[in-house]
């Protein structure tokens, strides 16, 4: 199976392989597979008695045609080991009677984005075998908080790769900075910005640009690749797990096989919820999609009234990885609906005007699989409530904002409830301090004991890659100003 732009009819495409390595497509789209491979029900029964590994093997498969399965197996068995995942790679929990979450936190960091960041580097690993690429790939990250984490966790100590990570110096909380100064591995590099999270994103897309910069490492043996959410080998594991929660549920009894399941995804880039689209596609029996938006809530307009529009408001919120006014998978949601052309042509409109508007037919055909819910701050927190006092079920801000829309959405329905699997994306206590505010109205003195406030109170446990913040070491002091990262890129480079 080989991969195309979202952005073009040239009909030219590349190996899985490629599209990996390569990351995004050379006209600015991005690479999506050239069909949709398909999921019997034979195959889903079968999978029901599989480990994690070998269901995300035998998805994978259908999708890295140029990958073996034992490599695929090879792969996932080490990215979701017991001792990577401790509480197991994605576990369902139920909720309340309607909601059952499916909990993908369990890894390394705490956050969702080890699904897919712990295999990741295996498979452009194996990428740069596969397509003869002698050079190091240098693989350079600008981060709000958790994807920096995720991305060192999951290449440290990977051969032929380097990882540097620039995060803004005042803009992550202080778990998260502490995660990722005292990141461990021989590989890895991490530096602080005087700036936002916008100034590092900036400075890390013009290094990605500049063609002396590339002439440089090329010179030091080496070539530039990111790890954010628009590669393909970090959405292709995503769909894993709901295919996985589907057959976990038939194995929990609560449904049969052709029972339709809903999906709730905390969305910000809109990769998680697209990957749960694709598992539909593929035949998987599910029903609605729900969106579910912060305060930032562009998603939720767009699919209300089908017009994307970014010229609007950004809000600092207290589910920081939902901040997003540019939610860049939506790209491959219209390519899959609308084909390339007009795919090109809303990009360049939301390049050149900030916004776009699908005519009412191009709506429809959308809001047959998706619907769009917001919560802000107070809906929020109500739901952490909500969720923990009625139903003694601990969530995080961004899980929140999921299980607040799939409220507002079961309240909508009329007739007979389809089930819901909300994606719950961190562990509580990786955002500890506001989900202690949000049930006890009290601040902790700062954010390393808020998680000792937080387990003091519910008796839930801290789970193990967060429980011994205050003995890390740190190892990475770096701060420079923007104009100085090429500078700091080279020399990490020439290491
Ligand atoms: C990244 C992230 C999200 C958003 O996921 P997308 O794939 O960008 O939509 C939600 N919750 C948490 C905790 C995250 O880290």
Redesign the pocket.
């Known amino acids: 199976m080989n991969y195309r732009s979202t952005r073009s009819t040239d009909g030219v495409s590349v190996s899985a392989a490629q599209a990996i390595k390569t990351g995004l497509a050379p006209d600015g789209g991005l690479f999506m597979p050239e069909q949709i491979p398909s999921l019997s029900e034979k195959e889903v029964l079968s999978l029901c008695k599989m480990s994690y590994p070998e269901r995300a093997a035998t998805v994978l498969s259908k999708y890295l045609t140029d990958y073996t399965y034992d490599e695929l197996y090879e792969d996932a068995s080490a990215a979701y080991s017991a001792d990577r995942f401790l509480g197991g790679a994605a576990p369902i929990r139920p909720v309340d009677e309607n909601v059952t979450a499916l909990e993908l936190w369990h890894g390394p960091t705490a956050?969702?984005?080890d699904m897919a960041l712990q295999i990741m580097p295996r498979l452009l690993s194996r990428a740069l075998v596969k397509t003869g690429e002698k050079r190091t790939a240098y693989i350079l990250v600008a981060t709000s908080g958790?994807?920096g984490k995720a991305a060192l966790e999951g290449y440290k100590d990977i051969p032929q790769i380097k990882i540097k990570v620039f995060y803004p110096v005042d803009g992550v909380s202080k778990v998260q900075k502490l995660q990722m100064v005292s990141q461990t591995g021989n590989n890895v590099d991490v530096c602080a910005i005087r700036g936002n999270f916008d100034d590092a994103q900036t400075g890390v897309k013009n290094i990605f640009a500049d063609r002396t910069m590339a002439e440089r490492l090329a010179e030091r043996n080496t070539f530039l690749s990111s790890a954010n959410?628009i590669n393909w080998g970090r959405l292709a594991p995503q769909i894993v797990y709901y295919v996985s929660a589907y057959c976990d549920m038939i194995n929990a009894g609560r449904i049969s096989y052709g029972d339709k399941l809903d999906i709730c995804?905390?969305?910000?880039?809109?990769?998680?919820?697209f990957a749960a689209l694709l598992a539909k596609r593929m035949g998987l029996p599910l029903g609605k999609l729900i969106c579910a938006s912060n305060k930032n809530n562009v998603l939720t307009d767009f699919l209300r009234t089908g017009v994307y529009n970014r010229n609007r408001a950004f809000y600092t919120t207290i589910?920081p990885?939902?901040d997003?006014l540019i939610?860049s998978?939506l790209e491959r949601l219209l390519y899959v609906t609308l084909g390339a052309e007009k795919t090109a042509a809303y990009m360049r409109s939301l390049n050149t005007d900030g916004k776009y508007a699908l005519s009412n037919d191009e709506l429809a055909l959308i809001q047959k699989d998706f619907v769009g819910y917001c919560a802000d701050e107070e809906k929020t927190a109500q739901a952490i409530r909500l969720a923990y006092e009625k139903h003694g079920y601990l969530c995080?801000s961004?899980t929140a904002v999921g299980y607040s829309c799939a409220q507002q959405y079961l309240a909508d329905q009329k007739g007979e409830i389809t089930p819901i699997i909300l994606a719950s994306?961190?562990s509580p206590y990786?955002f500890a301090a506001d989900v202690y505010l949000a049930l006890t109205g009290k601040h902790s003195s700062d954010g390393l004991t808020a998680l000792e406030d937080l387990t003091a109170l519910t008796k839930v446990e801290i789970p193990m890659p967060l429980a011994d913040m205050k003995n890390r070491t740190v190892r990475f002091n770096a701060v420079v100003d923007p104009d100085e990262m090429p500078d700091t890129v080279l020399a990490f480079a020439a290491d």
């Open positions: 956050a969702f984005k958790d994807t959410s995804v905390p969305t910000g880039n809109f990769g998680n919820i589910s990885s939902m997003i939610s998978n995080d961004h994306t961190a990786k």
